[in-house]
């Protein structure tokens, strides 16, 4: 089987777990014996790019004539079975798909975000959700208030590349979501149910858990979107030492606020931002795993890593989330009926858990409110270790390399012997 990945990298200097997603999938792929062709495109390109090259840019969004070209090309060359996009932005453009089917090959994506509705992707503004472009021919509100790179001229380039690009979006033959609130994104554009499959992503299989840490991490942007300030206002609402150690990592404009508080309470540090072992280590120090969004993330990985290392996650009950920990669908964590799991995360006795706690599978979900977070707190402090096999078996069940891979492969397959669009 071979395969074409295309896929526009964002800039090295803002770390992107769709790149190190990418990455990932391409290493999986060809180690499961799937020949690879990496189509691939960097923003980091754009600074270097001759003057001819950078007077087009503008239109790139909605056509890149050079990557059109390029990737005929390839095309033509290797005869893929299956060409597999990612993030077409800003140097390839959805008019691939169309290049892709004018060579009689199919199309996959993989919906990293929301940007077939909405300029900057992701469904906030201000401070708060907003789903103002959705339903609308034109993006007016996304110029208005500058959604794309805070620039009114491109935010309208965007907003047009959408507009142009609705016909493109809904002849992909069959797009990947990355969980169950995508898949009801993707429904809700008009994308018909045969040509959704929910397929996460995966992280690296750590091993065996370690023995259970105490207290809570927070791995993110530090972003008002990711909801840092939040967990602290929830944080602040405990007495100092009452609920262990939170240690946060990650970086961003937020910052500031994660260092005043860890400078004014002993119970919250600040682990700046981490590599790959450092991830691990702070994992495991700790026994539950927050996430604590604002908008509607997709798919934060951090909380694939938790599962994995067999940590509970409690987590905003907003997009990706609630499928991620189990929440989204009735369930019966393996071993543990309805009353051992509810007296397990009220901390033993048969107390009920508290209202407004939603229990999943491998973890809980809440409001996005300062009081609704302060409340699960000490149910997720309490039930963690309850939950701590169920977290790992989610994590082989559903989000182990091998399994992954292999229902990408099997996505594969399904679409290389449909007729396509040439």
């Known amino acids: 089987m071979r395969i074409v990945v295309a896929h526009n990298r964002y800039r090295e200097a803002q770390p992107s777990g769709e790149n190190t997603i990418v990455d990932s999938e391409i ?99 201000d401070g708060v959700i907003c789903q103002d472009c959705k339903g609308r021919a034109l993006g007016v509100p996304a110029i208005k208030h500058r959604c794309y790179r805070d620039s009114a001229v491109q935010s309208a380039l965007m907003a047009t590349t959408l507009a142009v690009h609705r016909g493109t979006w809904r002849s992909v033959d069959r797009y990947i979501a990355l969980t169950s609130a995508i898949a009801d994104h993707l429904r809700e554009y008009g994308i018909p149910d045969e040509r959704i499959v929910v397929k996460p992503n995966s992280v690296p299989d750590p091993g065996r858990p370690a023995p259970l840490g105490d207290g809570f991490l927070y791995m993110a942007r530090l972003s008002p979107e990711k909801g840092v300030d939040l967990l602290l206002d929830a944080w602040h609402r405990h007495p100092v030492g009452s609920l262990g150690t939170l240690r ?20 919250v540090v600040y682990l700046g931002q981490l590599d790959r072992a450092g991830v691990q280590a702070a994992v495991e120090a700790s026994a539950v795993v927050i996430a604590a969004a604002m908008w509607h993330d997709v798919l934060p990985t951090v909380i694939i ?51 407004g706690i939603g229990l999943g599978e491998a973890g809980w979900v809440v409001a996005p409110e300062p009081a609704a977070l302060a409340a699960a707190l000490p149910v997720a402090r309490a039930g963690a270790s309850g939950l701590t096999l169920a977290a790992r078996a989610r994590y082989e069940r559903t989000f182990h390399p091998d399994v992954v891979t292999k229902q990408l492969i099997d996505i594969y397959a399904s679409l290389s012997q449909t007729p396509t669009h040439a």
């Open 305 to 355: 890593e938790a599962l994995a290392s067999g940590r509970p996650v409690l987590g905003t009950a907003l997009g990706g989330i609630p499928y991620l920990v189990g929440a989204d669908a009735p369930h019966e964590p393996a071993g543990t009926g309805p009353a051992e799991i509810a007296s397990a995360v009220a901390g033993g006795g048969g107390s009920p858990m508290p209202a």
């Open 248 to 267: 946060v990592a990650g970086d961003g404009e937020l910052r500031h606020l994660v260092e005043a508080a860890a400078a004014e309470r002993p119970d």
């Open 27 to 125: 290493a999986q792929l060809t180690a499961a014996g799937v020949e690879v062709l990496p189509f691939i495109r960097s923003s980091d390109e754009i600074p270097s790019m001759s003057k001819a090259a950078k007077v087009l840019l503008p239109i790139s969004p909605i056509w890149a004539p050079r990557a059109q070209h390029d990737l005929s090309r390839l095309l033509t060359e290797h005869r893929p079975d299956v060409l597999h996009l990612h993030n077409p932005y800003p140097l390839i453009s959805p008019w691939v798909v169309r290049t892709a089917h004018r060579h009689g090959v199919p199309v996959v994506q993989t919906v990293h975000n929301y940007r077939q509705v909405c300029s900057s992707g992701i469904y906030f503004r």
